[in-house]
């Protein structure tokens, strides 16, 4: 079994910075992606941002590629989603998800762990 914490969420204001983080725990070698992902209100979950644990390769959805950032620190098992330039349309509740089968994956079934989420709020 595998554990996901997200924290870091919070309100900033249009174009400012946040970062995100997710703690993962569990067997070792029980994941080998973890990706970001969102929802906002009224819409499905849009995947984000996916980055692989053995090689760091990383992979960004368009809308936010060059403003944001993936990045893990395999020695404390934490994945991070640095956000710049935020807008508010970023608005939404972000979770992180971890994958037990080799490949960056865009979509939320091919996931197979999830964390609770945490909210991100960008005000104009």
């Known amino acids: 079994q595998v554990q996901l914490v997200e924290s870091g969420g919070g309100l900033v204001q249009a174009g400012g910075s946040l970062r995100v983080s997710c703690a993962v725990s569990?067997?070792?070698?029980?994941?080998?992606?973890v990706g970001w992902f969102r929802q906002a209100p009224g819409k499905e979950r849009e995947f984000v941002a996916g980055i692989s644990w053995s090689g760091g390769m990383t992979y960004y959805a368009d809308s936010v590629k060059g403003r944001f950032t993936i990045s893990r620190d395999n020695a404390k098992n934490t994945v991070y989603l640095q956000m710049n330039s935020l807008k508010p349309e970023d608005t939404a509740v972000y979770y992180c998800?971890?994958?037990?089968?080799?490949?960056?994956?865009?979509?939320?079934?091919?996931?197979?762990?999830w964390g609770q989420g945490t909210q991100v709020t960008v005000s104009s």
């Open positions: 998800a971890a994958r037990r089968v080799l490949g960056i994956a865009t979509g939320e079934y091919e996931y197979d762990y």
């Open positions: 569990g067997r070792t070698f029980s994941w080998n992606v």
